[in-house]
């Protein structure tokens, strides 16, 4: 069983820089994934980057590319998304998942709102 607290989200205007953190509890393995995805109102759950827990492996959606990056402390068990160069369409609940084998486990999410 592994629970997540996510953290970091609020109002921002576009342009600006936001962290968010996804601190894991429980037992994780180096074959797991730490990913993040995001809901807009009236939309689809999307996928937005994920990072392998055991090695340096990253994955972006192509919205994204080049304007976050994830990472992850596994000292901390925590993996965090920066956001550069916040746009309005980047406005949602922001969720990290995590994935050890067939399992998921989901984050509360944390609320994103980028102004223009």
């Known amino acids: 069983q592994v629970q997540l607290v996510e953290s970091g989200g609020g109002l921002v205007q576009a342009g600006a820089s936001l962290r968010l953190s996804c601190a894991a509890s429980?037992?994780?393995?180096?074959?797991?994934?730490m990913g993040w995805f995001r809901q807009a109102p009236g939309k689809e759950r999307e996928f937005v980057a994920r990072?392998?827990?055991?090695?340096?492996?990253?994955l972006y959606a192509d919205s994204v590319k080049g304007r976050f990056t994830i990472s992850k402390d596994k000292v901390e068990n925590t993996a965090y998304l920066q956001m550069n160069t916040l746009k309005p369409e980047d406005t949602a609940v922001y969720y990290c998942?995590?994935?050890?084998?067939?399992?998921?486990?989901w984050g509360q999410g944390t609320q994103v709102t980028v102004s223009s």
């Open positions: 998942r995590y994935s050890s084998g067939s399992l998921t486990y």
């Open positions: 429980g037992r994780t393995f180096s074959s797991d994934s």
């Open positions: 990072i392998n827990w055991g090695g340096s492996g990253t």
